[in-house]
């Protein structure tokens, strides 16, 4: 049972879910389908929303759900309600944009519904609509119960290096188990492939005859499988901050770690100007002294005010999520000068708690197969991760065994440890993340390229310590002649909320169909 998130759980279940932003259990979905021509789905494509006020959110937000199959291969062997929820358009309404914020896992109706503001341009010609993609949020969350605690600390376990995997990898089963126990039906249906034909059903449930979609991170993929599967409904689609379509979680990981150490580099660079850095003036030194640090907080944990043990790990995952934004450097600067002067851990306490602690315990099926929305207060407290795991497994095909991660494992360290003295050692842990679950999906690496559908704006940032700008490069040559590129060169994660050339450019293509020319940019002198 999960009574609360201890500070370490909270510290690392956050940051794993901010590092990684990765299609379904098993096999036998069509790659393209047909709405609603498919035996049994026409039921679900004759929906029509229906909007309502949300409890404890503000008059101008609305609520509502639509219900979709459990089983997209057996459409009469159950159902799930997704929660949806949007800012209603002001002016002449056009149709609707749907809006993915990544993750995977992160639910989308606290999320706009949080963030509203960045959105209203768009209002003055569409409803703005978010949704808790299946598993995630009220719509039938997953839980691993006690099991995402112990798969988090296995994998920090085998980040070390000298250990024999195979205890560790028994671990990893066992607490794989636990996921399949505490999650319910929905489990095995999980992943981006699935995610994909529910935007399908909620695009039809909303009046609009083509998509029209504003994907960050993690959305950026399903918003590219939509494409895939559905090139003749694709309308204005974005893909701000794009992930990779092909490399594996290994490889991932790599290049996660290179980004977020030149994300600290950069930080490090602007700190050591101000006189209140606590590293110092001189750049090299203060990133010696951040590796330092950790290090030294690994040996011997800092207490918090709440009696737990804060270790250099667990600072690695709170620095990492500060560095998602530029915007957050001055507070990330008064946390770190708080813990280096002080031994005060309140600071980087405030980036690890990263804003997703759900209430309750953990979720468990009655037995239905039509699942109802859950109640807020009944999303476990372990959603996210637990989200975040199932879904990028579902979207993995590779599965190494013992043997293979053992002989891995060395070369790998490696690797991580020469692209992020930081980060490395954090970032290893996601080659380990889905030992024990079922075979993902291979639609994802082979099936998506070359789609045929209307003009996609792919947004990439060079600074991004999530995804890194070559994703973007790569990503647009697998989708072919439809994707037109923007380079913004800025900082942080993702451009539409950091840069106002790209909110602009943005904004045009969604509600005039205006296009940058591929390969223009924003950089610092357009804002």
């Known amino acids: 049972m999960l009574a ?17 932003g990765l299609a379904l259990l098993g096999a036998g979905l069509p790659a393209v389908a047909r709405d609603g021509s498919e035996p049994g789905l026409s039921r679900f494509y004759r929906q029509k929303v229906e909007w309502a006020r949300c409890e404890s959110l503000e008059d101008d937000f609305q609520c509502g759900k639509v ?41 989308g109706v606290s999320e706009l519904a949080a963030g509203g503001k960045e959105f209203m341009e768009l209002t003055d010609g569409y409803d703005v609509v ?14 691993c119960g006690d099991g995402t605690d112990e798969a ?37 249906h999980i992943g981006t492939v699935n995610a994909s034909r ?32 559905f090139p003749k409904k694709v309308g204005r689609l974005v893909l701000d901050g794009v992930d990779t379509l092909t490399e594996p979680l290994s490889e991932q990981g790599v ?42 907080m690994d040996e011997d944990p800092v207490p918090t005010a709440f009696g737990e043990a804060f270790s250099g790990q667990d600072l690695v995952g709170a620095i990492g999520q500060a560095l998602y934004s530029e915007q957050l450097w001055p507070s990330l600067e008064r946390a770190l000068a708080q813990l280096v002067e002080e031994g005060d851990t309140t600071g980087v306490l405030g980036f690890s708690d990263g804003g997703y602690a759900f209430r309750s315990d953990a979720f468990r099926s009655d037995g ?9 207060e009944d999303v476990p407290l372990d959603n996210l991760p637990a989200a975040l795991m199932a879904i990028n497994c579902a979207d993995d095909p590779d599965r190494p065994d013992a043997g293979r991660i053992a002989k891995d ?3 790998l360290r490696a690797a991580y440890e020469q692209a992020s003295p930081v980060f490395g050692r954090y970032r290893l842990t996601e080659y380990l993340m889905c030992y024990g679950r079922p075979k993902g999906t291979d639609f994802i690496r082979e099936k998506v390229r070359d789609v045929p559908t209307a003009k996609m704006l792919l947004v990439g940032t060079r600074g991004d310590p999530a995804t890194p700008y070559r994703w973007t490069v790569e990503t647009a040559e697998r989708l072919g002649d439809s994707a037109v590129v923007l380079d913004n060169k800025g900082e942080g994660h993702t451009g539409y909320a950091s840069s106002k050339c790209v909110h602009r450019k943005v904004d045009d293509f969604l509600l005039y169909g205006s296009l940058p020319a591929s390969g223009s940019s924003c950089g610092p002198e357009d804002d």
């Open 198 to 229: 529910d935007l399908d059903v909620i695009r039809q449930a909303l009046g609009d005859k083509k998509l029209n979609y504003l994907g960050f991170s993690y959305g950026t993929r399903l918003g590219a499988v939509y494409a895939a599967q």
């Open 255 to 296: 290049a996660g770690a290179a980004g977020q150490q030149q994300a600290l580099d950069d930080f490090v660079g602007w700190c050591v100007k101000d006189i209140a850095c606590p590293f110092g003036t001189d750049a090299r030194s203060a990133r010696e002294q951040v590796v330092q640090l950790v290090d030294s």
């Open 130 to 143: 978010s949704f808790d993609p299946r598993g995630v949020g009220r719509s039938s969350p997953v839980s």
């Open 368 to 376: 239905e197969t039509d699942i109802p929305l859950a109640d807020e």
């Open 4 to 20: 609360k998130l201890s500070t370490r759980s909270k510290a690392r279940r956050c940051a794993i879910s901010g590092a990684i």
């Open 409 to 411: 494992l060395n070369r």
């Open 67 to 107: 219900t979709v199959p459990l089983d997209y291969a057996k459409p009469g062997a159950g159902t799930l309600d997704l929660a949806l929820g949007r800012y209603k358009a002001t002016g002449k309404k056009r149709g609707s944009v749907l809006v993915n914020f990544g993750g995977p896992g992160g639910p």
């Open 152 to 188: 988090l600390d296995a994998m920090d376990e085998e980040a070390d290096p000298g250990d024999d995997p195979r205890a560790v990898l028994k671990q990893l089963k066992q607490a794989a188990d636990q996921c399949a126990e505490h999650s319910g039906p929905v489990l095995p």
